[in-house]
């Protein structure tokens, strides 16, 4: 007899990829072989996963699959769900390609869909299995009340089970004997689940002495205890209370999508308000990373990012906390921040972040809305309370909510379907959603939906509700760039001063001019064009940071459309004038200055008190206090000194910028059961599967020396540059390469291996030596070798 392996192995490549499309979970990681792989389809987990992908109307063919006798063809089912044959066997077509249903003729469930659907249909067991756990004493009870004379002879269980079967065929008198309160307690079951909970399920009852509703309907045969406290309502008699239908209402189309009230607003509005909603997702996500690489907040001991801290961003980006919470997620999915250390640690940019600068604003955008597609950290749980009343901190790992990827995925797909520039009313959308995805409703997933709607429209995916043509490219898994460019303002490199002491930028300013700017301003407010304002505050963080007056007069010269306000200079001036004048040391620390009135003007001052300065000098003070207190303590007086160096230079005291480096990433390649893997990689594991068979069939051992053979002489060696070029030719060109790798011990080995993919540092392929899809770490290869293009081993 063929078995589900059997059925695998002797599908084509083409259906074995249509599979693993389906159901990337299976790749996590490759198989050995498709004995493995059948192994792994039929596990509860990855059960449960391919019916979570099911909508409704193929969940309820392959739940008419289960209870119609076998064997069902398309006829038989399109009767049970009251659809019409051709519709059922689309269907078939996807529960097959799915692998949850095979066969070469007639179709019947894949190993293990019996068990994730226990109650199929919302049908409990058949009347045999309801009462196959009674002792024959109980069953001939049964039998004996139900015909009123005791079975003939002395029948085993199996022979009143089957008498028991042919009692209950017309329930109907039953029922009607029982009483219209028993009948209540039934037509609650009747439609599913078709368990209950009762006490003492078990206790034998008879019809004459039955009082209660429940023990009326034990001692008919129509529920069946299951155990102590659960009574289960058999198949045959809901399937007569229900009037021998299986579904009371099966769509086989989608519930249709309805415009929101207002009507469409066109797909030029919808990419204009997007790409505006993108450019501000950049722009806003630079300053949140910019200001904490250098004042970086703490991380909680729990983990996590504080309540203040979130506070203050949405603070200083002048977004509400919700949306705050949602740039530091994604910043985080995107690879952009991370936590230095396990202990004592902070919330810091990435190198990652230093390369992300130099990509332009579709480039950056791109990264930022792919990390918020696969993540699965919900954003809107920021500020929330868990099942133990705990407070939910933003970049905490309460944040991860498994189902978000899809959610998220689903909702832009059906906003996808509606067309271009098209809205979709809320509700419809849910409506639509829950006929896709039956099994995981509830509201949990309502949230999910609201959050992603709206953090879609804050990130720029969507623009008046519809989704953008550039958020298509990139749920297509297509390069967005191209498409967002067009629609996104160039960045310009001259601002507006005026002699207000306010500067305006009319668009995006280039990455140079906006840091240089931000230093020596600020950001009074922001909108089509940003205003910055100029303060004795703003010029002299500027010269804190290194900066001359020459320095920013030129900077600001050289950038402006107008002559320099005389206003700006003298400000400029006047803080240049006084900047530097004191110099601050540590004895703990020190003032010191050419100018003895100076000092004398100081400790006249009340407000020098809290000091505790004395004079060691005519030109020199001393105090306790350290430094930093001390420079802080001056400038509240009004006064610009700056910090001095044991050999009398000026200290920059502006903090550099840190960055902290990402986890390590692990070289075995790993798919999350919801990410969408590529064609080329799925390709990658087909070759792998049929390899692992054929080492199966004839011997792994074999299999390794025919690798071998393949391989003369060292491991080869090449140039780390031309070592990546021939890597990637050989990934556009589909061929194989002969590669020598170190492993975590320096120890070289060859490999012939297929490349997938290149990126990230390593490289991804088909490692032909080892029958499987390998992660090699590129700084590990020592050097790559042509090799022919005849089939692999």
């Known amino acids: 007899m063929e078995t589900y392996a059997d059925w695998l192995r002797g599908r084509g490549d083409d259906e074995l990829h249509a599979l693993l499309s389906a159901r990337p979970e299976l790749l996590a990681p490759v198989p050995a072989d498709l004995t493995a792989l059948a192994a792994r389809a039929a596990t509860p987990a990855a059960i449960s996963r391919a019916l979570d992908r099911l909508d409704r109307f193929t969940l309820a063919v392959l739940e008419a699959l289960l209870v119609v006798p076998a064997p069902a063809g398309p006829d038989a089912l399109a009767d049970a769900v009251g659809a019409s044959p051709e519709q059922v066997a689309g269907a078939l077509g996807t529960l097959r390609r799915h692998g949850l249903a095979w066969g070469n003729g007639t179709l019947c469930p894949a190993p293990g869909v ?156 919808v990419v204009r308000a997007a790409a505006g909603e993108a450019a501000t997702t950049v722009r806003l996500t630079e300053e949140l990373l910019e200001r904490w690489g250098l004042e970086p907040p703490p991380v909680l001991r729990s983990g996590g990012l504080a309540v203040r801290d979130l506070r203050a961003a949405a603070g200083f980006l002048d977004v509400p906390e919700w949306h705050a919470a949602l740039l530091v997620e994604v910043a985080y999915a995107a690879g952009l921040l991370t936590r230095s250390g396990d202990l004592d640690g902070e919330w810091l940019p990435t190198p990652a972040y230093d390369l992300w600068l130099m990509r332009d604003t579709a480039g950056r955008w791109t990264e930022l809305a792919r990390g918020w597609l696969k993540s699965d950290r919900v954003a809107g749980l920021a500020g929330e309370r868990d099942d133990r009343d705990r407070l939910i901190n933003a970049l905490s790992e309460a944040m991860v909510r498994s189902s978000a990827p899809s959610i998220r995925r689903a909702v832009l797909e059906i906003l996808a379907d509606a067309g271009p520039g098209a809205a979709v009313a809320e509700d419809a959308l849910r409506a639509r959603l829950a006929w896709l995805r039956p099994r995981r409703g509830g509201p949990a997933r309502d949230r999910l939906v609201g959050w992603t709607l709206r953090e879609a429209a804050a990130l720029g995916v969507t623009g008046f509700g519809g989704l953008a043509p550039f958020a298509r490219d990139l749920l297509a898994g297509d390069d967005p760039e191209p498409r967002l460019e067009k ?80 206003p700006l200079v003298y400000l400029i001036e006047d803080v240049a004038r006084r900047h530097g004048h004191l110099r601050v040391g540590a004895l703990s620390s020190y003032v010191r200055t050419d100018s003895p009135a100076t000092l004398d003007e100081i400790l006249a001052d009340r407000r020098s008190e809290a000091l505790r300065l004395h004079r060691l000098a005519p030109t020199v003070l001393a105090s306790a206090l350290q430094r930093t207190d001390l420079l802080d303590g001056l400038r509240a007086m009004g006064l610009a000194p700056v910090a001095e160096a044991p050999g009398g230079g000026v200290i920059v005291t502006r903090p550099d910028a840190r960055r902290a480096d990402p986890p390590p990433t692990a070289e075995i390649v790993r798919v999350r059961p919801e990410e969408r893997t590529d064609a080329a990689m799925i390709s990658a594991a087909v070759r792998a599967l049929r390899a692992g068979d054929e080492a199966s069939a004839h011997g792994a051992e074999q299999a390794r020396l025919r690798a071998a053979d393949a391989l003369s002489g060292a491991p080869p060696r090449s140039p780390a540059l031309a070592t990546i070029e021939r890597l990637r030719e050989a990934v556009e060109r589909g061929g194989r390469v002969w590669i020598g790798y170190l492993d975590q011990q320096g120890q070289a080995s060859s490999r012939i291996v297929e490349p997938v993919r290149v990126e990230g540092g390593f490289l991804t392929g088909y490692d032909a030596t080892r029958a499987a899809v390998h992660r090699f770490a590129l700084h590990r290869i020592t050097g790559v070798s042509e090799i022919a293009d005849d089939p692999a081993p």
């Open 114 to 269: 019996r068990h994730g659907l226990p109650h199929p249909a919302g049908l409990g067991p058949p009347i045999r299995e309801a009462f196959a756990g009674y002792p024959a004493e109980r069953l001939a009870d049964l039998v004996t009340d139900l015909q009123g004379k005791e079975p003939r002879g002395f029948p085993d269980a199996a022979a009143l089970l089957r008498r028991l079967t042919e009692l209950l065929e017309d329930p109907g008198p039953l029922i009607d004997d029982a009483g219209p309160e028993a009948r209540a307690a039934l037509d609650a079951l009747t439609w599913g689940p078709p368990v209950g909970r009762v006490a003492d399920a078990r206790r034998p009852v008879r019809v004459g002495i039955a009082d209660t509703p429940i023990e009326r309907l034990l001692a008919r045969g129509l529920l069946a205890a299951e155990d102590d406290r659960t009574v289960t309502l058999p198949r045959e008699i809901a399937l007569h209370l229900r009037g021998g239908r299986l579904f009371r209402d099966v769509p086989p189309e989608p519930p249709p999508l309805t415009p929101p009230p207002g009507g469409p607003r066109g797909e030029d509005a």
């Open 487 to 566: 629609h996104l303002p160039d960045p310009v490199d001259e601002i507006v001063i005026q002699a207000d002491l306010t500067a305006i930028a009319p668009g995006p300013l280039v990455t140079d001019l906006a840091r240089e700017l931000a230093l020596a301003a600020d950001v009074e407010s922001t909108g089509g064009a940003t205003v910055y304002r100029f303060t004795a505050e703003s010029i002299r963080r500027a010269l804190d940071a290194g900066r001359t007056a020459a320095d920013v007069t030129e900077l600001l010269t050289r950038h402006s459309a107008t002559p320099l306000p005389q």
